[in-house]
């Protein structure tokens, strides 16, 4: 399991404004939000950082054109910043499984679709998703991902560019989030990571090359630390609504 891509509601003004646009740029981190999947109702944007990425989205309908009806609402009553937590699973209907023998409820691995070209073409993705349950506390949710096969990840890779190992910034290396867990909440972390620990009001998740904290707090945010070798853009930061996005020095 390791963390593939973070869901990032935005404002429009995140893939339009060129001042913005330049910030994300100054931080070593290459963004052409004119790439990127959508319809006449989102559009979504990506920041790649190595294997790993950050998926801007704006909803520009009501109904928004084919994204997650949940996530759809949510971005239209306001909710800014971390939406969606993808970790990468290499068998999710294990995981399914698991997470059914445990009692968290879920619903059965489906292929993200959307429509497009004034609803006529139905696009489906090349690999599954299974959402797990929204937390109380914080407000987002996990969900895990498998590509269909090693050639789709190999093809997928292609599309990862601009890349910011390009600037030696080369993967996620902790996303740390500041808020309250409920009891229900860690019963959904207990299961679904094997290794954490919780002390001081910390609980840290390892996995193989990456951690995620939760750390109690009465505001919510969100810190995502990337591994970064390049001395110009060590420590260099860019805030976007709640989520900090900092460049570490030092790869993992």
């Not at 489906?110 to 998703?129: I, S, T």
């Not at 707090?217 to 996005?245: D, F, G, P, R, W």
């Amino acid at each position: 399991m390791k963390i593939d891509h973070l869901v990032v509601n935005v404002d429009n003004c995140v893939q339009e404004d060129h001042n913005i646009i330049e910030q994300i740029h100054s931080a070593g981190l290459p963004y052409n939000p004119k790439k990127g999947k959508g319809t006449k109702g989102f559009k979504v944007s990506n920041i790649w950082i190595g294997n790993e990425y950050f998926e801007f989205v704006s909803i520009k309908t009501n109904d928004g054109g084919g994204w997650l009806k949940d996530w759809t609402l949510k971005y239209l009553d306001g909710h800014r910043g971390l939406i969606g937590f993808c970790l990468e699973v290499d068998d999710i209907e294990e995981s399914y499984q698991k997470l059914l023998q445990q009692n968290i409820h879920v619903a059965p691995p489906k292929p993200l679709e959307f429509r497009w070209f004034f609803n006529l073409l139905k696009k489906k993705m090349p690999w599954r998703n299974l959402y797990l349950p929204e937390f109380q506390g914080v407000p987002f949710q996990f969900f895990l991902q498998q590509l269909d096969d090693e050639k789709t990840k190999k093809y997928m890779k292609k599309y990862m560019v601009p890349n910011s190992l390009d600037n030696e910034i080369s993967s996620i290396s902790e996303v740390i989030i500041y808020g309250e867990l409920t009891i229900e909440d860690k019963k959904i972390l207990n299961a679904l990571f094997m290794n954490y620990e919780e002390k001081n009001d910390i609980l840290s998740i390892y996995l193989e090359k990456q951690t995620i904290r939760f750390i109690k707090s009465t505001q919510y945010k969100v810190e995502v630390n990337l591994a970064c070798n390049h001395n110009n853009y060590a420590n260099m930061m860019i805030n976007i609504k709640n989520l900090q996005i900092k460049n570490l020095g030092g790869s993992i």
